[in-house]
DNA sequence: CGGCACATTGAGGTATGTCAATCTTAGTGG
DNA sequence: CCACTAAGATTGACATACCTCAATGTGCCG
């Protein structure tokens, strides 16, 4: 990790691309930028373990990184694939409990931390804010609870075609290696892989390593409804 | 449902089981309960539907509910079972979303609701109280990966075996119906009620109905250990 | 260029889903 | 208050999709 000293007003742009802060008007959004840090992270290396105190709300602006959960067993489970620009670690930074999970960049990933007695004083001063923080996390429960009706449901295969239809983008880049993306839909590697090439010849969809397209959405949906239940 | 017009002062006090509410000084909670309802609702109604508009934040008080998310096959699957005291829809009602999601009652049930512009009021005058419902909100979100966490992972007597174990009771009675409970496990009714038997056997777990209870705690613990992985 | 992690493909076992029949419980109405 | 009815729960038999183990192929990073 390297946090750099960026020329004022960068890190008031990169704030500008994240949700919550978009909203912002640009002298709250420079306010707050002057007292934010900017860091870089290397693949591989983590944002933060599981435990530590929430001290800075992170707003991943390059990059990408999964959100680990370690089990009792110490086995670990991916719950969030991030892509930027997206929030983490917002809410206990705001609540002040400690880290719930580990998060690891899956690339070379840029951040801005904003302290946590930035932020709180941001939310002291605008209970707007405040709601557009609220907005965001009623984003992730969504996805949350849309993935958990969506685990254990359909077959493998279905189940990796939805979630690419869900990513909303006719082509696109995994967001992690393979054998994440598969723990993160309850799938192991292999059967992963086999989903793919099932979907390859019958679900209109092209992958060539971490690069999908969808050829043919009408038939990607068309296979999804054939596959319905489990 | 049956809106109650309850003498003064009873509202308040249904408030102050609630979390979020608790920690508010007496006469702010009596000035937001002067502006709440009170409603009873009879086991299988409907507390509210996916899209109906969030016009208030909804303090399960007694009785219990699940919560259903519809899949674009039709089916319902169970993302939530909630026991009062507990806050419902407080993030849509904040955001101005719909509601994402259907809540039926598992018994009948009593809600103080507390209309949408009373709660945004609150949230403005006391920026304490915002990050108190951003608490629960959090508390949420750490059951939803958790869930998640859980799901896929381990096999069924196991899955169920550690959700009772997180109950944290060494007794109680199941939230919701079996099949309900089940289907929240990510588990079809036959093999929720196999595993079941098979902690009857070899966890150290009594169930009989709707009650269960821990007979031997380290029985249980000892059970998950040696069923650690999938 | 070499080593290692990841990805793919194959074969086989098993837990869970599915279908079906019986038993139990709770809710309804006389 | 009791009998009736329907929904839920349980148990068994069977099919199958996924996990596991293993071997090979591929790409990436040092």
Redesign the interface.
């Given at each position: 990790m390297k946090t750099l000293q960026p020329a004022a007003g960068v890190v008031a742009r990169h704030l500008a691309t994240l949700p919550a802060f978009r909203g912002l008007n640009a002298s709250d959004r420079e306010r707050i930028a002057a007292e934010a840090f900017l860091r870089m992270y290397t693949r591989g290396e983590a944002l933060f373990h599981v435990g530590d105190p929430a001290t800075a709300l992170l707003g991943l602006v390059r990059g990408s990184a999964r959100v680990l959960?370690t089990?009792?067993?110490g086995?670990e489970?991916v719950?969030?694939l991030l892509t930027a620009p997206v929030l983490v670690a917002e809410?206990?930074t705001?609540?002040g409990?400690a880290l719930?999970?580990t998060a690891v960049c899956g690339e070379d990933c840029m951040v801005v931390a904003i302290p946590r007695t930035v932020l709180?004083d941001a939310?002291?001063k605008d209970?707007e804010f405040?709601?557009r923080?609220?907005?965001v996390?009623?984003d992730?429960?969504?996805q949350?609870?849309?993935?958990?009706?969506?685990?254990?449901?359909r077959n493998a295969a279905a189940r990796v075609g939805a979630w690419i239809l869900a990513r909303d983008a006719p082509s696109g880049v995994l967001p992690a290696a393979k054998k994440d993306v598969a723990d993160y839909l309850?799938?192991q590697p292999e059967t992963f892989s086999r989903a793919l090439a099932v979907l390859r010849t019958e679900g209109g969809v092209e992958v060539e390593g971490d690069a999908f397209r969808i050829l043919d959405r009408s038939a990607l949906e068309r296979f999804?409804?054939t596959h319905?239940?489990s």
């Open positions: 959960r089990r009792p067993d086995q489970k719950v969030h809410v206990p705001l609540t409990e719930p999970a709180v939310v002291r209970p405040a709601l923080i609220l907005a996390v009623f992730r429960l969504q949350l609870t849309r993935a958990l009706a969506r685990h254990g449901q309850g799938l999804l409804n319905e239940s």
